[in-house]
């Protein structure tokens, strides 16, 4: 008989009222917040969150902080804001580029401006080229958006500087959905079709880009213990000595079928990173845990060999059965959407996170995953519970689950009507 989740609950270091935020699933505070505000990244979380995290686990241990998905920093900075070291890990090259950005902010402010200043005088300038651009980017600006754009890529790409390259990089990588008149919200797909009523105007945004990054630099000039920012695989964690994280934060991709990869491609094309949709699979989805059907239509026939890995033993019974409810269930829904072998894969891959993360943490190591659950086909995925399981399996000895927020409450206009859930998954080593 399967195990329950509430059989393994235990007290936690981190008690609701000690750390009380119940926005620590959503990025909502992060756009007040000092260079958490540089890059709207929707996929993260309440760095106000993180930070009493670290200090209550401060109060009672030595911290070294892991974030094995690090995004775009929230954790890294949190850890440097309290001088504690901290390795973070990110595979997906845009995101992870944005977060080596914001651990710049250390650098000296004024010559940042200065220097930011003269990309900008210097774009005013250049005389711009279009024909390069694709169909994604042209159907995006007008011209003479895309024309001072330009500009400043132009001027960015004639001014390499080692120490500000990055951080000029994201002042225009920042403003990029902004200028645009069509439906580009952050972190979000890409709707040519869809109208904004102001956009805005590249050289100005550049500029008060710049001025807010400036500001927020030179409020806070010393630095902290400094991060170390690997690009790498979580299931993998090569580069993260053994034992040596205290506490990990983290939040996974939750198993929703949310595209990482198609999220960042209109950021990607612009600076001529990628050419088109196709070559997202090569340069980005190949290394991201596979949460996307995008990501598995290669190995849908490889299903069953996935769900035996030996990963898969502590759900084996229950992940079978709803895998075999999601093959049926799609052909009711023309057959695209391989969910079936979305969760078996997701599941396989988390369950090579968790072995890692036993590797890298100390015996009392505390864990915490920001997770929320999923229901494709309104079929429920009990994410929090396997998680915890394939944690237990891995070594760690207790979990509990702590929601904040319900979702898939609204029901005008959704797929299902299955209640779902957004929390903390808090590990004990």
Not at 115 to 127: C, D, S, T, W
Not at 217 to 223: F, H, I, L, P, V
Request: net charge positive.
């Amino acid at each position: 008989m399967a195990s329950k989740a509430h059989d393994y609950l235990q007290p936690s270091l981190f008690e609701e009222d000690e750390v009380s935020s119940k926005k620590s699933s959503t990025f909502v505070d992060n756009m007040s917040q000092p260079v958490h505000r540089w890059f709207r990244y929707s996929a993260g979380f309440s760095g106000a969150w993180v930070k009493e995290v670290i200090r209550a686990a401060q109060s009672t241990t030595v911290v070294r902080v892991l974030d094995p998905f690090a995004g775009s920093g929230t954790v890294l900075i949190e850890a440097e804001n309290a001088d504690v070291p901290s390795i973070g890990v990110e595979s997906h090259p845009f995101v992870g580029r944005v977060a080596k950005a914001k651990i710049q902010r250390v650098a000296e402010p004024d010559s940042f401006r200065e220097f930011g200043l003269h990309i900008l005088k210097r774009a005013k300038k250049v005389k711009p080229c279009l024909d390069s651009y694709s169909p994604l980017i042209r159907k995006c600006y007008t011209d003479e958006l895309l024309a001072e754009l330009d500009q400043l890529r132009q001027s960015w790409l004639g001014c390499p500087d080692e120490q500000f390259s990055d951080l000029s990089w994201l002042v225009l990588a920042a403003i990029l959905r902004q200028c645009s008149p069509v439906g580009t919200a952050n972190w979000q797909y890409v709707l040519p079709r869809k109208s904004k009523a102001n956009a805005a105007q590249p050289f100005a945004a550049y500029r008060a880009k710049l001025n807010q990054m400036w500001l927020d630099m030179s409020e806070r000039r010393k630095g902290g213990e400094h991060p170390d920012l690997i690009q790498g695989d979580a299931r993998e964690l090569a580069s993260v000595p053994d034992r040596w994280a205290t506490l990990v934060i983290t939040s996974p991709p939750y198993p929703n079928n949310f595209d990482y990869a198609d999220a960042t491609r209109l950021e990607m094309t612009f600076f001529g990173e990628i050419s088109g949709w196709g070559d997202l699979q090569d340069s980005v989805r190949t290394h991201l845990v596979r949460s996307c059907t995008q990501h598995v239509s290669p190995i849908v026939n490889d299903t069953p060999n996935i769900l035996a890995a030996v990963e898969l033993n502590p759900i084996r019974t229950e992940i079978e059965l709803v895998c075999e409810r999601l093959e049926k269930e799609r052909h009711l829904h023309g057959g695209k959407k391989n969910y079936h072998t979305m969760i078996a894969a997701y599941f396989l891959d988390m369950g090579k996170v968790w072995r890692q993360l036993r590797r890298v943490t100390a015996d009392s190591a505390q864990v915490c995953f920001v997770i929320g659950d999923s229901a494709p086909y309104g079929i429920h995925v009990p994410v929090e519970a396997w998680m915890g399981r394939l944690a237990l399996a891995s070594g760690f000895r207790s979990f509990r689950f702590d929601k904040t927020r319900d979702r898939n409450v609204k029901w005008k206009n959704r797929k299902h009507r299955v209640p779902l859930q957004e929390g903390r998954l808090w590990v004990e080593g």
